[in-house]
Every structure is written in C-alpha cells, then in structure tokens.
C-alpha cells in the first residue's frame, strides 16, 4: 500500500505539474495576444484622433477640441482622452477620467520627447488602464501632447478564465488517467512484484521454498531465471556458514549469532526457546492516522533482541500497542521484525485494570522501588497483587498454550513481572526447562522482607531449573532470602536450592550488548566531528562539546544528581561554560504512576533553572531531549559525545554504558560510570564515581574532558576488548548451555 500510495501521489503530481505547466504557458500566450490586440487598437485610434485634433490644436479653438474628444470617447474600451500643454498640464480633458490625470503620465511626457507614439499600462486605483501618448505640433515644432486612455481590464478577466478552464481540464484528465494507469500497473507489475516479494522472504528466513507464480513476459522470465540462481546461492551460503561455525564452536573464539544459533540447535536438540517479558519487542501505535512500528526503550529489548534473532523461537510479551491488535493474527502471533521476520512474538491482551494492578502496581510500585536503593518507599496493596497472581497466571496459560505439542521445552522468563511464572509453567509441565532471569537488584533479605508476599514471590521463582543475576552479590542476597522465608535445603557450596525434590541452581550471567563486528559502513559512521556539527544544527545548538547522558526517567537512574555534578563544573570551571553541553536524551517512562510523572516535571524543572543561569544566546548546559530515541539515533550522540555520563543510583548492569563502549569505533570519548551500576564490576577502565558525591561527579567530568587522547584510546580499546570478549551472545551461551544440562523432572511439581 505505501509504494502505491507513492505512486499514486507521484503520479498526480507529475501530472499536475504538467497541467500548470501548459496552463501557465497557456494563459501567458492568452496574455500576450490582449495586450497586442490592445496595443494595436490604440495605436490606430491615437493616430486617427492625432490627424483630427491637429488643426483646431494650432489655431487654439478648445471649443472644437472638446467636440474631438467627445466624440472619440464613445470608441470601444476608451476611458478617456486629454491634451496637455508641454509643462504637462491638461488643457482639455473629458469629464469620466481620473482628475488625477490631468498631469500627463509617463508614457505621454516620453511621446512629447521622443515624438512618436508610446504605449504603457497604468495602474488607476484597482482598475488597469492603458494608456497611449502623442505629439502635437504647433508652427512646426512640438508644443503638446495627446494622451489616449483604454480600459485593460478586460485582459486579466479573459486570462483568469482561461487559467479556471484549463485547471478544470487538467483535474478531469488526472480523474480519468490515475485509477486506469494503477489498475494497469496492479496487474503487471505490483501484484507480481508482491509474489516475488513473498517468496524472497520465504528463501531468507530458511523456509521451504515455492516457485513464484509470475506472468509470462520477457522482464519476469529473467527475473525468475536470476531469482532461481539467488535461491540457490542463499542456500549454500547458509550451509557453508552452519558449518563455519560448527568449526567455530570447537575451539576458543568470540560468539557469534552463528555460533550461538548452531550451538543452541544441537544443545536444545532443534527445539524452539521460548522468551515471555512484560516488554514487547515491536510494538504498533497509531500516530497522526498512520502506523507506527516502534522499538520500545528498554534494556531488555535491546539484549534479547539478538538472541531471539539467533534462535527462531517465541517471544510472549503484553500486546499495548494501540495498533497491536490489528497486526496480529487470529492466534495473537506475527512474525518480526517487521522488515525480516526471524522469530514469532505472541502477544498478550491485558484490560486497562489488569495492566495498573499487575504493572504499575504492584511491580513498579512496589518490586521496582523494594530492589533498587533509591529510597522510595514501595507500595504494596492487596487489589494490586491479586492481579499481579492473575496476570502471572495469564502469561503461563499463554506460554504453555504455545509450548503445546513441544517435547522437553526450553523457557526463559524476564525479570521481576513473572515471579510467579515458573511454578506456574512447571507444574503443568514438568519435562520443560525453565530459567528466569532477573535484571534488577536483588536486595538483602532484610530489605525484601518487607513485601508482605516475599514467601509467594520466592516459592514462585523457585520452580525454574536455573535463576540468574547479573552479579555475584545478588546471588547471595538471594539464598539468604531464602533461608528466610521457604522451607528449603541451601545448597551455599554449588549455589542451589532444593525444595521439595526440586533443586534450583542460582548463577551470576551479567548481560551485554550485541558488538559490531567488521569495519564500520560508510552510513552509520561519519566521523565524531562530522556527527557533532550535524546533531548542533538539528538541535539548534552552539557548542563545541557534548557529553551525553541515555536514560528512561526514573528515579533511579541519577540524573538529577548528574545534572547537578555538571552545574558544579561549570561553577568551578567557567572555561567550559558557552563551550560544553550535556545532552540528556530522558525517554518518557511509567507516566501512569505520581512518582513518575513528579520525577519527569522535576527533571524539565531542574534543567531549566541551570539553563536559565548559565545560558547564553545558541548555547546551553542542557539539552534535556524528553522523547524515545531510536537506537540508530542514540548511536549518532554516542559517536559524537566526548563522554557518557551512566550515574545510576543502584541498577542491575545498565546496558547503555554497553553500548556506547560498542559504538566507539574511534576508540575515543570517556565512559563515567557509576559504582552502584552492575556494568561498574566489568568496566573498569571507565571513571567510576559515586553519584551521591557531586564533587567528585564534577571532577570526573572535567577529568573526562581534559583527558589526553592516548589516554582515552587505550582505556576505550580495554573496554571494547571486554564487551567484545563477554557481549549477549556468551551471555545467552552460557545461561542456556547450563539450561540445557538440567536434568528435567518427569513428575508434576507441586508449591507448598
């Protein structure tokens, strides 16, 4: 529809180009044609009028003048008639002119200076006279002028008429010609280019192939014929990289999405991996009466992203999309992405109700701020967590509803949504391996006993086969938790519950990003100074510098301190002042909760008044950015940072000091990292602070910026070395090879 839709409009275009083209060329010529015929009429009739007034003109009678020039005045189109004497100053002129004209116009004073005739339009208030001017002689020398005024206004009314038929003409030949070319261009080309289109995908995305059924012409038998070659070709490509890897996978190298998809093939026995997150990957909104397929914010998506890619399995995730439910079948699945479609994302409908008590509620309300120390009480109410049990048991019905007709499945559900989930799923089926990973804090037990539900959450999660954490310290927080609140063996030695039969294993897997391999091509790297001076001109900016903070808005994140670290600067060294800006991309988050929607007012508030001091004409400290990014627009301000600012106040791992680590192909620009961030145990080679300290904030921010670029280069060159080395891929290898080595129970697992 949208290349029709292009054609469509180009084609009318085209068209209507055309037809004001000629309409232009045609009213122009019209014009022309009026002002000869005009020009013309009034040469003859001044020339008639100079032969009749020249006589009485010499002997001075003004009586037979004004006879003259009564008489000539009843001619078609003529306005009227004056004489001037050669100071311009009429002597006769009839009653209907303008009084304005009784001082000769320009063309009249140029005939009595040329002596002959000239013709000129004049404008006379609205209307459009034209205007002819004559010499008249007295004893042989000239000692006045004739001025002879035409009405024109006629010719503006013709040429109007003729631009309205020509424009109707044209608008009757674009109604009749636009349906029958589309129709024309339908059969031959759009609906066979649709059939070739489809069988394309089928080849790319490795599913049996069919021979597309095209019309028999001389352009499609050739397209067929180098098509069939294509087809081939895709498939010993694909068969020489299974094998590349296979090779791959013997010895000691980087992980790859290859590597990764043929390792989990033959570990997983062919059999499919199925995700469920609250966050969707794609999500489709409606937006000023057109679709929008968006990528929404989130760390999760970004990291699970490629291992779904890598593996064609099922990704389950809560549909809340406006548009969603237009783009999914009867059976709530589609294939995404969108452009190539890899893997099968089935969604989930939640009512209104269930979203606020089950999201907004009790896990963003209250498990999000219990796990993070970011001193916001949690709050947890009965209604919420009533709907949390129903929505974990409406996401199981659907994992298993997918899992149906699957032997021994493989499960991995997402962060702190879900629980619940994995006692759900297990104890309907118990051959499936099933693994939770939780991307947030695990807090001290003390902390997590404050959840009046702590027992459930723990018995919910101790139904997976495997638990991971981004870190070590989590880990601990966790069995002790354990201790506290469920019956159960610790096995502290090998990291392992067991409970009821059922043992658990508990492993630290910190997440990454996915690194580019091979050099950078030419449409996503131009250069940090070429990125710098196109960003400034897009934002409306004058400054020399950026450092550059990624983040949704919660209060965990610290950006509120970050921007208070940066003011510092700029108080202690007013150098960088008119030459450094932070630019803060803030996507909007959780807008539905208070806290959330204070902290977003807080942050707009915060970053005026800085800006409001320190500001001065194109420049400003902040650039707050308060809307989603796109990550190949988040990539265009890491390139061009000088630094990048990650001050959360407590996170699992925050993948964006990640990815802009991967983004640096330059092996430039200055990672500050905060210590309270999972990433800070890995990236070591970053400037790690304490975001609660503003001073030491300040001063690793002008350390970053004063930093000598062979400094930089060797720090950045570890630190890609580091997230090459341990990036999503060995994260999913390494989680999943462990999943797969469980040893799956055959006996239906029963919580207590």
Same mark, same amino acid.
Request: proline content about 6%.
């Given at each position: 529809?949208?290349?029709?839709?292009?054609?469509?409009?180009?084609?009318?275009?085209?068209?209507?180009?055309?037809?004001?083209?000629?309409?232009? +060329?045609?009213?122009?010529?019209?014009?022309?044609?009026?002002?000869?015929?005009?020009?013309?009429?009034? $040469?003859?009739?001044?020339?008639?009028?100079? $032969?009749?007034?020249?006589?009485?003109?010499?002997?001075?009678?003004?009586?037979?003048?004004?006879?003259?020039?009564?008489?000539?005045?009843?001619?078609? +189109?003529?306005?009227?008639?004056?004489?001037?004497?050669?100071?311009?100053? *009429?002597?006769?002129?009839?009653?209907? =002119?303008?009084?304005?004209?009784?001082?000769?116009?320009?063309?009249?004073?140029?005939?009595?200076?040329?002596?002959?005739?000239?013709? *000129?339009?004049?404008?006379?208030?609205?209307? #459009?006279?034209?205007?002819?001017?004559?010499?008249?002689?007295?004893?042989?020398?000239?000692?006045?002028?004739?001025?002879?005024?035409?009405?024109?206004?006629?010719?503006?009314?013709?040429?109007?008429?003729?631009?309205?038929?020509?424009?109707?003409?044209? @608008?009757?030949?674009?109604?009749?010609?636009?349906?029958?070319?589309?129709?024309?261009?339908?059969?031959?080309?759009?609906?066979?280019?649709?059939?070739?289109?489809?069988?394309?995908?089928? !080849?790319?995305?490795?599913?049996?192939?069919?021979?597309?059924?095209?019309?028999?012409?001389?352009?499609?038998?050739?397209?067929?014929?180098?098509?069939?070659?294509?087809?081939?070709?895709? @498939?010993?490509?694909?068969?020489?990289?299974?094998?590349?890897?296979?090779?791959?996978?013997?010895?000691?190298?980087?992980?790859?999405?290859?590597?990764?998809?043929?390792?989990?093939?033959?570990?997983?026995?062919?059999?499919?991996?199925?995700?469920?997150?609250?966050? $969707?990957?794609?999500?489709?909104?409606?937006? %000023?009466?057109?679709?929008?397929?968006?990528?929404?914010?989130?760390?999760?998506?970004?990291?699970?992203?490629?291992?779904?890619?890598?593996?064609?399995?099922?990704?389950?995730?809560?549909?809340?999309?406006?548009?969603?439910?237009?783009? /999914? %079948?009867?059976?709530?699945?589609?294939?995404?992405?969108?452009?190539?479609?890899?893997?099968?994302?089935?969604?989930?409908?939640?009512?209104?109700?269930?979203?606020?008590?089950?999201?907004?509620?009790?896990?963003?309300?209250?498990?999000?701020?219990?796990?993070?120390?970011?001193?916001?009480?949690?709050?947890?109410?009965?209604?919420?967590?009533?709907?949390?049990?129903?929505?974990?048991? !409406?996401?199981?019905?659907?994992?298993?509803?997918?899992?149906?007709?699957?032997?021994?499945?493989?499960?991995?559900?997402?962060?702190?949504?879900?629980? =619940?989930?994995?006692?759900?799923?297990?104890?309907?089926?118990?051959?499936?391996? &099933?693994?939770?990973?939780?991307?947030?804090?695990?807090?001290?037990? $003390?902390?997590?006993?404050?959840?009046?539900?702590?027992?459930?959450?723990?018995?919910?999660?101790?139904?997976?086969?495997?638990?991971?954490?981004?870190?070590? /310290?989590?880990?601990?927080?966790?069995?002790?938790?354990?201790?506290?609140?469920?019956?159960?063996?610790?096995?502290?030695?090998?990291?392992?519950?067991?409970?009821?039969?059922? &043992?658990?294993?508990?492993?630290?897997?910190?997440?990454?990003?996915?690194?580019?391999?091979?050099?950078? /091509?030419?449409?996503?790297?131009?250069?940090?100074?070429?990125?710098?001076?196109?960003?400034?001109?897009?934002?409306?900016?004058?400054?020399?510098?950026?450092?550059? @903070?990624?983040?949704?808005?919660?209060?965990?994140?610290?950006?509120?301190?970050?921007?208070?670290?940066?003011?510092?600067?700029?108080?202690?060294?007013?150098?960088?002042?008119?030459?450094?800006?932070?630019?803060?991309?803030?996507?909007?988050?959780?807008?539905?909760?208070?806290?959330?929607?204070?902290?977003? %007012?807080?942050?707009?508030?915060?970053?005026?008044?800085?800006?409001?001091?320190?500001?001065?004409?194109?420049?400003?400290?902040?650039?707050?950015?308060?809307?989603?990014?796109?990550?190949?627009?988040?990539?265009?301000?890491?390139?061009?940072? *000088?630094?990048? =600012?990650?001050?959360?106040?407590? %996170?699992?791992?925050? =993948?964006?000091?990640?990815?802009?680590?991967?983004?640096?192909?330059?092996?430039?620009?200055?990672?500050? #990292?905060?210590?309270?961030?999972?990433?800070?145990?890995?990236?070591?080679?970053?400037?790690?602070?304490?975001?609660?300290?503003?001073?030491?904030?300040?001063?690793?921010?002008?350390?970053?910026?004063?930093?000598?670029?062979?400094?930089?280069?060797?720090?950045?060159?570890? #630190?890609?070395?580091?997230?090459?080395?341990?990036?999503?891929?060995?994260?999913?290898?390494?989680?999943?090879?462990?999943?797969?080595?469980?040893?799956?129970?055959?006996?239906?697992?029963?919580? &207590?």
């Amino acid at each position: 529809m949208p290349t029709t839709l292009k054609f469509t409009v180009l084609l009318i275009v085209s068209m209507a180009i055309a037809s004001l083209s000629f309409a232009f +060329y045609q009213t122009q010529r019209e014009r022309r044609a009026l002002n000869a015929d005009l020009s013309s009429r009034a $040469e003859v009739l001044g020339t008639s009028l100079q $032969e009749a007034i020249q006589p009485p003109f010499e002997r001075g009678t003004d009586g037979a003048i004004d006879r003259l020039l009564a008489r000539f005045t009843q001619r078609q +189109y003529v306005k009227g008639i004056a004489v001037y004497d050669p100071a311009g100053v *009429a002597l006769n002129i009839t009653p209907n =002119l303008d009084p304005a004209l009784a001082f000769r116009p320009a063309a009249v004073t140029q005939a009595a200076q040329t002596g002959g005739g000239v013709g *000129a339009f004049l404008p006379a208030g609205s209307a #459009l006279l034209y205007v002819y001017g004559l010499p008249l002689h007295r004893s042989g020398s000239i000692a006045g002028s004739l001025g002879i005024f035409l009405d024109a206004d006629y010719i503006e009314a013709r040429v109007s008429r003729t631009l309205r038929d020509s424009l109707v003409n044209a @608008g009757v030949q674009v109604l009749l010609t636009v349906p029958l070319v589309l129709l024309l261009v339908r059969w031959n080309f759009t609906d066979p280019l649709a059939r070739v289109t489809l069988w394309l995908r089928t !080849l790319r995305t490795g599913q049996p192939d069919a021979t597309p059924a095209l019309p028999p012409s001389e352009v499609f038998n050739e397209l067929h014929h180098e098509m069939t070659h294509l087809a081939h070709d895709l @498939g010993a490509a694909r068969a020489s990289a299974e094998s590349e890897a296979r090779l791959r996978e013997s010895q000691v190298s980087l992980w790859t999405a290859e590597r990764l998809r043929v390792s989990l093939r033959r570990k997983l026995q062919d059999q499919p991996l199925f995700v469920v997150s609250n966050r $969707e990957p794609y999500m489709h909104t409606y937006e %000023d009466r057109t679709t929008q397929v968006i990528v929404p914010a989130s760390g999760l998506v970004t990291a699970l992203e490629p291992v779904m890619l890598a593996c064609n399995g099922t990704w389950i995730a809560h549909g809340s999309g406006n548009a969603d439910r237009a783009f /999914s %079948d009867e059976h709530s699945r589609l294939r995404v992405p969108p452009d190539h479609p890899r893997y099968t994302l089935r969604r989930v409908w939640l009512t209104a109700e269930e979203e606020n008590g089950y999201y907004y509620g009790f896990s963003n309300e209250g498990l999000w701020p219990l796990c993070h120390i970011a001193h916001t009480r949690p709050v947890f109410r009965p209604e919420d967590w009533a709907l949390y049990q129903a929505a974990n048991r !409406l996401f199981a019905d659907a994992v298993l509803e997918e899992m149906s007709g699957t032997h021994s499945p493989v499960l991995l559900a997402q962060d702190y949504h879900f629980a =619940l989930l994995p006692r759900l799923v297990k104890t309907v089926r118990p051959d499936a391996r &099933v693994a939770i990973f939780w991307h947030v804090p695990w807090p001290n037990a $003390e902390v997590f006993g404050i959840c009046p539900w702590a027992r459930e959450l723990v018995d919910g999660m101790l139904g997976a086969d495997l638990i991971g954490f981004h870190t070590q /310290s989590h880990c601990n927080n966790f069995l002790e938790t354990v201790d506290r609140n469920v019956e159960a063996l610790t096995e502290w030695d090998r990291f392992a519950v067991n409970r009821v039969g059922h &043992v658990t294993n508990v492993r630290p897997y910190p997440i990454s990003v996915a690194f580019p391999e091979g050099p950078p /091509s030419a449409d996503r790297w131009r250069g940090a100074g070429a990125e710098h001076a196109s960003l400034c001109d897009e934002l409306g900016l004058d400054s020399p510098v950026f450092v550059v @903070g990624v983040d949704r808005v919660d209060y965990t994140k610290g950006i509120l301190e970050r921007f208070h670290g940066f003011e510092r600067l700029l108080d202690e060294c007013p150098w960088f002042q008119r030459h450094v800006t932070l630019v803060q991309i803030a996507a909007p988050s959780r807008t539905r909760i208070d806290r959330y929607q204070r902290f977003l %007012d807080e942050v707009a508030a915060e970053a005026a008044r800085i800006n409001a001091r320190f500001g001065n004409g194109r420049w400003k400290p902040i650039s707050l950015l308060n809307r989603h990014h796109s990550h190949e627009e988040i990539a265009r301000y890491f390139r061009a940072a *000088a630094a990048c =600012l990650v001050t959360s106040l407590h %996170d699992g791992m925050n =993948l964006v000091a990640k990815e802009f680590v991967a983004a640096r192909d330059d092996n430039r620009g200055v990672l500050i #990292l905060s210590t309270f961030a999972g990433a800070a145990l890995e990236l070591t080679d970053a400037l790690l602070v304490n975001p609660y300290d503003i001073q030491q904030l300040a001063g690793a921010i002008r350390r970053a910026l004063e930093m000598p670029d062979e400094e930089q280069a060797e720090r950045m060159r570890r #630190l890609r070395q580091n997230v090459r080395e341990h990036n999503i891929y060995r994260w999913a290898a390494d989680l999943l090879t462990d999943l797969a080595d469980v040893r799956v129970e055959h006996t239906a697992q029963v919580g &207590v």
